[in-house]
């Protein structure tokens, strides 16, 4: 590398705060200082005027942004305090600057490079010492002592020529009022989740905003710091050779597009427009989820349109309206409901996996641990949900999520933010995720016959309604079914073992080219990265409902909604008119199209239908929409109520066979009748007394 002196790079420093933009940053500092107080200046610039100045400055930034200032403070006018604290901040580093935190060596030590990730955890803001002032407890001499780092360095001894207090020991007194100080803010960035692949753990590194940028961050920030890296001894009672090391952070950058970090080049552009025109598109990408899973069109037809979402839509009075689908899956354990979730996460272009049992210290929300920037506050920790901001969220075993989590669920599906009051910390944090989660019913296998689906999950109503799409997977035993799956299974194992040989190794009597050709169905029909891409692509549009669509949604949702009045229920709500709209939007999307079409409505109408034809069935072929967000269908409130009239006309109460006898002439079975007795008596309806009788109460 080229060394330079200092009159190269102020030379240069020179002709780019030259330029219009610079000056007007460097007068406005002038105005308003201290409102304003940093030179933002980006790297493009002093690459154009000089190249091998601007990667010198990369390689011994300390020193050149020092440069800089004097610079900055040379142009002030004269009545500016030299003393005035004022900040040269290089932003937007190129590409080959951008270093993964698992990639940190010792020969990025002292360079300036940015990192980029999630903002885990953020602590409070807090001064920092920066000149101290002691005085000299024998003699009253004044020692001033410049402060780097987290621990107080002290004076070694007294300067006073004229005391005696170098020859022996002293006690200095540190002078609070009189110390400079500056804002400092400890924040810990993690990798972020779509790089890592094959079960890599995302790696953490802490570093320190100061001054005039600290106080911007919050947990859950998808950002990019540039700054320098510097070792630190760690805090050992005996010395040690080995040092941590941490971000002394230049400038934050955000990113405001959630799927920035996917580049898409003009060559990828050309073929995802190509890809678009395919006439089989929808059937193609549903075929590219977990394709060595057997079946479940429906379930993935509808994860496939989760993958591209529907519009985030803001009104004028401000209030907004989520564009992402939450879908559940529940069913018998060995249905693959966690393999989905899995491979979903790492299909997404943005997807967290975690665990509704475990989910980590700060679970699914988010937690207040403890302050490691000194003091006994408490900080925020991001997690798994705000982690997936503006991505895909694959939550396993979601019933068994913690209280804590659960109350915060509710705001978090339907508003998209999570508020957070705990250990005196008071803040609200972005969550704007799609939901995949899987549950599983309470007694091991779902059954298809029960009243309601919150009677077999041990989810509360109120959260089962804010899934837009819920689908039960069970395990029926069907010998032409079994055997298909079996077969499957079998196959796509014996494709796995195929897949470890090379194309030109034999074995005797085996087919190996031929294994594979059969199990060619199993192979995604479209890459992953080149479905990510697109996905991320799609994201860009926001597709317009035309009026014939609309009028197919309308009529869609009245028909529903007028079968079930006939049989007095509520057969579909409005937030399943509102999953339409979010299901056909993301059909659009999928096609690249501008406009919700008729064939994007339909498939909603069909994902809707068939949801509802599985888990809210009700006589007469209408639905009762009781049944999955409800305790109790329409069906079971009105047996209970005629079995109550039937109690109530004996004061002295009726046995239950002599119950059963009446009801079954009104049309109710025994089941029924001891389904509804049960319910009765858990809610302190009907009472038992001491001569089997049932009264009311």
Known sequence: MMQFDENDVTEVWNEVLAKDEYRRMIQEIADTFPVMRSVNVKYNDIDLINTDIATFILEEPDKCLEWGVKVIQAAMPSSWDPKNLIHLRIINLPHDMKVDVRKLRENHLGKLVAIEGLAKKVSSVKPRMTLARFVCSRCGAEVWETQSGMFLREPLACPNPNGTCNKQGNRFILDNKRCKFIDTQKIEIQENPE?????????????????????????????????????????????????????????????????????????DEEAIKEMSKDPLLFEHIVASIAPTIYGMTEVKQAIALQLFGGCHKVYDDGSTTRGDTHILLVGDPGVAKSQILRYMSNLAPRGIFASGKSASAAGLTAAAVKDDFGGDGY????????LADKGLACIDELDKMSEQDRSSLHEAMESQKISVAKAGITATLQCRCSMLAAANPKEGRFNKEADTLASQIDLPPALISRFDLIFALTDTPNERHDREITQFILNVHRRGQALQHGDNEKIEGIDLKKIKEQ????????????????????????????????????????????????????SITARQLEAYVRLSEASAKMRLSPRVEEVDAERAIKLIYYYLSKLAPNDGGSFDMDRVISTSSNKSRNIMKVIQGIISTQPNGMTIKEIKMIAEGEGITAEEVNNAMERLNNSGTVYHDSNGAYKMV
């Open 379 to 386: 900080t925020l920790e991001a997690g798994a949900l705000v």
């Open 519 to 570: 199990s060619s169905n199993v192979k995604p029909y479209y890459k992953q990265e080149d479905l990510r891409k697109y996905v991320a692509y799609s994201k860009r549009l926001t597709p317009v409902m035309t009026e014939k669509a609309l009028k197919m949604i309308e009529d869609a949702f009245m028909q529903i909604r007028m079968d079930g009045m006939k049989h007095n229920t509520i």
């Open 195 to 267: 790089g890592l692949r094959g079960g890599a753990q995302p790696e953490k590194i802490s570093g320190y905003v100061e001054d005039d940028i600290a106080g911007l961050l919050t947990a859950g920030n998808r950002i990019t710091l540039n700054g320098i890296v510097r070792p630190v001894e760690k805090q050992e009672r005996d010395k040690s050779t080995i040092f941590e090391i941490y971000l002394d952070v230049l400038s934050v950058e955000f990113q405001q597009h959630e799927y920035d970090e996917i580049n898409i080049t003009d060559k």
